[in-house]
């Protein structure tokens, strides 16, 4: 009988901070840092360890093996787990255990949920924050609603190099402008309240650098200086940081010989001391294992103690934690105050996302799983296709061949034309290709006269046997490539003929999905070489030519531009982007997506991004010749450049006027131009402001974007835009790290790119 009792006072004892921590309130910081210390006393060591756990099912631990782990105590969180029947067993499982710690549940949430909306590159030309926040909010609707409490995004990595295959979920190369993303993103995931179901933890990455992996090839190191590192590679981090991210994951490569796992400067100097990070950091897919490889740690037991010592609380996937800190502790060479912190970060986490308040806030009850957990009633198709539309960036548009005329006879040819697989792009976490409509579908919808309508494949996406190996390689995520039987040459011709029965010829070309995704770095930026043949064999039948771009990064496709009409990039534009690309191919909706990256001419111009430095030499128009910064076999500059999009109207921009051509510190300037629609109809542009520093203590960039505003103007109408300038906007980082403007002559420039601009000058006191 006394057993019975003791076993029920220690029951009630254990659950007591749970009980506790429902009456408290959320939102206090005392209460939270009392819940979590009350709990960590009781907690032994394994279950202390098993918190800094992050794990999926897999060959490695199998169903049963993690459910037990979780009844224990010995994991914190699962991955690559969803739906709310799936996650509640290892929720019951943690309710199971000693202290019922709750578990948290992530997934790969990066451009959508069910609901896929366009890749972050895609996003990031909408150049429309409200766009982004619209694909945010759905996403950590739909993710809530399937029992996810974090997402592994925004992915926040600054890219000047096309050849990374990631470059497609990022911002693309600009610091300012990701940094405003990556706040918005943060904000639309989380929400004002991380612990109410509908908003969900967002984890940002990869922290830090990894989309300057060396020749943008995955997994490389970057070597880079401090100053570009904090002007231009950490903004956004850091406003992830300042919009409150709960989460930073930790990216695979080393900076500067460290690999972010075991980096102390970046984790506990930067990322703690300097920025004040508050939440989680977790490591990237077994990369506490990785620091073996890197040639940092002997063995998987000094990996785990580099790593934890270093600052990191939760690893991903590998066991080295489980494996190696009990006796690491024992040993001393870690020691118990190293493990409580990375614990209480990561109890601090499920409590932020109301998991203490509430195990099954997101699970929900049994009652209301949904039946089929692909119901198309779970879809956001009209929100997908809003965004989807704002993110399509028009590049050419000669003799106006778009928009299509309705009454045409329409040839639809290319290997991407039909796949309703690739339109999701990679990461396309639970997105259904079943429910996607391809840019076929989209065309037959808008068309509505089946008899109008023709199609070819006319290539395979590559046939290169090399690439299709990696591609459709056992276990490829995504497994990729379909191989028409037919030989190339018949492909090809059975083009030619339906392009020569139609007025139009819409060729749908470029990379497979996975030809864009965690690593698959390219060396060539080109079309591969029978979808190339297919654009100049469509050409020479004399027909108008519509190319749709459909791909992750920025290409070099100068030939196929010369070829082409029309050019429009859609990147992968998700679930609804075939109806979102043929509404802007017929004119229902004006395109008005700005580039995010530099297109180079060929793939030896890179890296090449706008805010580059002037140089001794910089390229002479006027003067080819001379020897300058530029590659003599190579046209100079981009093919298209950064901030570039074109519209189905025309826009003119006045001369700029400055409210004052000198600048005290404390004061404001104020540039402002007349922007004009002078074209036919009504459409929106993006007014772009960039500013120089002429000359400084370190050479500054030839333009660096400071504002931007979209605008929508009718047929005729004109409109004052005007921004308003500080001393805050003129500072940068100089070579002691100091935030700071330095007086001096200053150019402003506005333009609808960032190759065409108007310029003013000014003086900074
Ligand atoms: C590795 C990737 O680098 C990261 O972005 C992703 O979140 C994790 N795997 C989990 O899938």
Redesign the pocket.
């Known amino acids: 009988m006394r057993k019975i009792a003791w076993l029920v006072l220690m029951t009630l004892l254990a659950s007591a901070p749970v009980l506790a921590q429902r009456l408290s309130d959320q939102t206090s910081a005392s209460a939270k840092v009392h819940f979590i210390e009350n709990l960590l006393q009781q907690m032994t060591l394994d279950e202390k360890i098993g918190q800094l756990r992050l794990n999926c099912v897999g060959v490695q631990s199998p169903r049963e093996q993690l459910l037990q782990e979780a009844a224990a105590s010995r994991v914190g969180g699962i ?2 787990a969803v739906g709310r029947a799936d996650l509640r067993e290892f929720q019951d499982a943690a309710m199971g255990s000693r202290l019922k710690i709750p578990l948290f549940f ?3 949430v ?1 451009h959508g949920h069910r609901t896929i909306f366009p890749i972050g590159i895609g996003l990031a030309s909408t150049w429309d924050m409200d766009a982004v926040t619209l694909a945010g909010r759905t996403a950590a609707q739909e993710a809530s609603d399937d029992g996810l409490d974090m997402v ?2 925004p ?1 926040v990595d600054i890219t000047r190099d096309p050849r990374w295959g ?1 470059a497609s ?1 990022g911002w693309g190369e600009d610091a300012w402008l990701s940094a405003r993303y990556t706040a918005t993103m943060v904000e639309a995931l989380q929400g004002s309240n991380l612990g109410v179901a509908g908003n969900v933890m967002a ?1 940002a ?2 922290f830090a650098l ?1 989309g300057a992996a060396e020749g943008g090839r995955d997994y490389n190191s970057a070597d880079m200086s401090l100053p570009r590192m904090y002007q231009d590679y950490l903004p956004p981090y850091r406003a992830a940081v300042r919009a409150g991210v709960g989460a930073m ?1 930790l ?2 490569i080393a900076i500067n010989g460290v690999p972010a796992t075991s980096n102390t400067w970046l984790i506990r100097d930067l990322l703690r001391k300097q920025w004040r990070f508050k939440g989680l950091i977790i490591s ?3 990369a506490v294992a990785d620091l073996v490889s890197h040639g940092v740690a002997s063995n998987g037991r000094e990996a785990a103690m580099l790593a934890i010592k270093a600052g990191l609380n939760m690893s ?2 590998d066991t080295l934690f489980r494996d190696e800190l009990p006796d690491l502790v024992r040993s001393g060479a870690v020691s118990q105050e190293e493990i409580d912190d990375a614990v209480r970060e990561v109890l601090g986490a499920k409590y932020d996302m109301g998991l203490f308040a509430d195990p099954y806030l997101r699970i929900g009850a049994v009652s209301d799983d949904p039946q089929d957990i692909h119901d198309e009633s779970r879809l956001h198709r009209e929100q997908a296709r809003d965004v989807a539309r704002k993110s399509l960036v028009l590049l050419k548009n000669q003799r106006n061949v778009l928009p299509l005329d309705r009454t045409a006879v329409i040839a639809v040819v290319g290997p991407l034309a039909k796949s309703r697989l690739d339109i999701l792009g990679n ?1 396309s976490a639970i997105g259904s290709a079943a429910q996607a409509v391809s840019v076929y579908d989209g065309i037959a919808n808008a068309l509505g006269a089946p008899e109008r309508l023709l199609y070819a494949r006319g290539a395979d996406v590559t046939d290169d046997p090399q690439v299709l190996n990696f591609l459709n390689a056992p276990g490829a995520n995504p497994a990729d490539v379909e191989v028409d039987p037919r030989s190339p040459t018949s492909m090809l011709q059975e083009a030619v003929e339906v392009a020569r029965h139609a007025d139009v010829v819409v060729a749908v070309v470029g990379e497979s999905r996975g030809m864009s995704y ?1 690593g698959a770095s390219r060396a060539s930026l080109g079309l591969p070489a029978y979808q190339a043949r297919l654009i100049q064999a469509l050409k020479a039948t004399g027909k108008p030519l519509v190319l749709v771009l459909m791909n992750g990064r920025a290409l070099s496709i100068g030939k196929e531009h010369d070829a082409a009409d029309a050019v429009l990039e859609t990147w992968y534009s998700g679930t609804e982007g075939g109806n979102a690309i043929a509404d802007v191919l017929f004119g229902d909706y004006n395109p008005s997506g700005k580039l995010p990256v530099t297109f180079p001419r060929s793939v030896g111009q890179v890296p090449t991004y706008y805010n580059h430095l002037n140089t001794n030499r910089p390229y002479q128009a006027n003067d080819p010749r001379a020897q300058t910064s530029r590659y003599f076999d190579e046209e100079y500059g981009p093919l298209y450049p950064f901030g570039f999009g074109l519209s189905y109207t025309q826009f003119s921009v006045s001369d700029i006027t400055l409210t004052r051509h000198n600048l005290n510190r404390g004061e404001v300037l104020g540039a402002s131009v007349v922007v004009k629609n002078t074209g036919p109809r009504a459409g929106a542009t993006v007014v772009q402001l960039y500013i120089r520093d002429i000359s400084a203590s370190i050479s500054r960039p030839v333009k660096e974007l400071k504002r931007y505003r979209r605008i929508m103007l009718q047929a005729g109408e004109e409109k004052t835009v005007s921004f308003n300038l500080s001393e805050q906007d003129l500072k940068f980082y100089n070579a002691k790290l100091e935030y700071a403007a330095e007086a001096g002559a200053f150019s402003v420039m506005i333009g609808l790119d960032s190759r065409d601009v108007k310029e003013a000058r000014f003086e900074l006191f």
């Open positions: 991955f690559y992530a997934y790969d990066i592994f995004s992915m990631r979920e984890s990455k990869h990894y994951m990216t695979y990237d897919f077994n991903m996937f990461w965690e």
